[in-house]
């Protein structure tokens, strides 16, 4: 069984982590953490699309894959910690985060997708979470979310 861990190093997917391992068993993890491309942003969004030569957009986004995989190796520290295999990923996101969780949860087959019910959103998240939210209404697999807070004693 391959378990999916979404991971963006917040204290809610670590909590999720945490308290979905023991639940699922041993079981073979990949630890998922989705970076944006300065590429994909939208001229309206960076004040000064002009000025950011294409070089400079080629090592911030080597950077920001980088510095995700080093965020899914902390995640798949968490769950080794808790007896499981797990092997890190880091994807560039397509469009919304929740459906390049999808996408990459069919790709390898996913059993189940683990999340936190929120991250490192910021001004996206709502109640639920936009990402959890989107995985938890699209997904053709379940999905186990863990609610933000800290575990029972």
């Known amino acids: 069984m ?6 963006d190093g917040s204290a809610d997917a670590g909590n999720a982590i945490e308290r979905s391992a023991p639940l699922l068993g041993g079981h073979d993890a990949l630890v998922l953490c989705v970076f944006d491309s300065m ?3 939208q001229a309206g969004d960076f004040p000064y699309p002009d000025m950011l030569p294409l070089e400079d957009v ?3 986004d080597d950077a920001a894959r980088r510095r995700s995989l080093e ?3 902390a995640g798949c520290d968490l769950l080794r910690a808790k007896g499981c295999d797990a092997q890190p ?12 969780i999808l ?3 069919d790709s390898r087959d996913a059993a189940v997708i683990v999340l936190g019910s929120r991250g490192l959103t910021g001004v996206r998240s709502l109640v639920l979470g936009s990402v959890s ?3 938890v209404n699209h997904a053709h697999r379940p ?3 863990i609610p933000s807070g800290q575990p029972p004693a």
Not at 2 to 7: D, E, V
Not at 89 to 100: D, L
């Open 2 to 7: 391959l378990a999916l861990y979404c991971y």
């Open 39 to 41: 590429l994909a942003v």
């Open 58 to 60: 080629e090592r911030v």
């Open 71 to 73: 965020v899914a190796a």
């Open 89 to 100: 990923a880091a994807v560039e996101s397509v469009g919304a985060v929740w459906r390049t």
């Open 103 to 105: 996408e990459e949860a």
């Open 133 to 135: 939210h989107g995985v």
């Open 143 to 145: 999905v186990l979310v």
